[in-house]
């Protein structure tokens, strides 16, 4: 497998605070990775370090190309969908338009209609609210919505900041097999950061921990998940 | 009751150019959170350039055109060269880039043209409108060639794909960027547009007030009026505060014998600040709450 996304020796930094410290990984191609840790551990701050939304420094490759120097837009534009944190919903908008504004960046008109379409099928209760302002939609369903709007791209890779965040368990778990399907289907490298370790280890097949900036454990996540120490010491259950 | 009509029709035929003025001013206040002081000069600035072309000899309708696509394009450098290097700038050094620029552009106009009056053409004449003596085919055209760009301008944020980017960059720039839209050139692009519809505003109001750089102050404090009163997040509310504020203003004017012609402009004010005090998010826009 080749690694599409490689993370090299990465610092961030909040004004004057440090929140990463010289944190590696890489993503291989297809894989469905997540990254775990307490609250505060950097995880937020990794995915806005790769779409160059936090000052840092370190290396960052996408397809072998460093990514630094680029404006947040620009790495969009190469197939990197970011779903952030309290997703990012135009909640004075139409679910439709914020589906158009995922595709906002494409030319191909004739496919983003075909798109929208799918994006019905994969979450019919978005088809039903189509007309509705994105903002009257419930929590689960802005989620549905902002991971719909990503897929709208038509990414290589996604990045998915708590997507479990204020969510009913079933919402969740519904949610989470969409996100399978996703990355076996349609091929989409995911990179999902979570507070819910147990369900997202059960989802992705690698595993990182980080604390207070760091790596401190990488692996195959069924192995993660079993081991003992790693979860009493650093997933908390 | 023809005195009464003649009135609420002049009233709109002012209450476009406020319309046209708040909504420029909305249109930057959306995209970067300031009002833009320098709006009337730079609508007063495009009027001016309308006049020398005509001087020039080239044709109303040509100038009209020419001037919209200069004031678009000055709007753009405007916003490149001072508001861009701003951008992350406190509000008070905002303000000041804006007093600047309001003070730079009257005293160019004055350099280049002088502050005499000029007279300034109109297209439509100043006749009776269709045989009525209710209101003047200029302020028929005034009406009418608001009408249209207002709609020209909802077709263009409702349905094309620029326009959806541009809204999208309003409302949420963050979001935008990570759906790959260009913020930076959605922020330009506004300023251009906010100021070739200025230019709209200005050469049509100039057969009335006559052209010389001071004609736009009173016109932009109505146009703030209109904006306050429709609230700054709207932009159909700034449109409809417009109409309204002109509307007010005549019938206060007609009617308020103390108001009469002198006393217009405060009605205005006292408007922004009877607004602010009761309903600070305007008739149509929304209460924005923070956290702190």
Redesign the interface.
Known sequence: MTSMLNVRDLHAYYGQVQALYGLSFSLNEGSLTTLLGANGAGKTTTLRAI?N?VRSTGAIEFDGAPLSGK????I??LGI??V?QGR???T??TVE?NL???A??RKDTAAIASDIERMYEHFPVLKERHTQQAGTLSGGEQQMLAVA?ALM?RPRLMLLDEPSFGLAPLVVRDLFKILGKINREDKVTILVVEQNAQLALELADQAYVIETGRIVMSGNASDIATNEDVRKSYLGY | MELFINQVLAGISTGAIYACMALAVVMIYQAIDHLNFAQGEMAMFSTFIAWQLMQWGVPYWWTFLLTLAISFAGGILIERLLFKPLAKAPVLTNVAGFIALFAIINSVAGLTWDFTIKEFPSPFGSSAFLGSRLISTHQAGMIGVTLLMLVGLYLFFQFTRIGLAMRAAAALPESARLVGINTSWMIALGWGMAAAIGAVAGILIAPVVFLEPNMMGGVLVYGFAAAVLGGLTSPLGAVIGGFLMGVVENLAGTYIPEVGNELKLPIALALIIVVLVFKPAGLFGRAIIKRV
Do not use: D, K, N
Not at chain 1, 71 to 74: A, N, P, V
């Open positions: 779409c939304m404006s947040t837009e620009s969009v534009r969908a970011h952030p990012g919903t135009f004075t908008m338009e158009q504004l995922g906002i960046s709007r791209l």
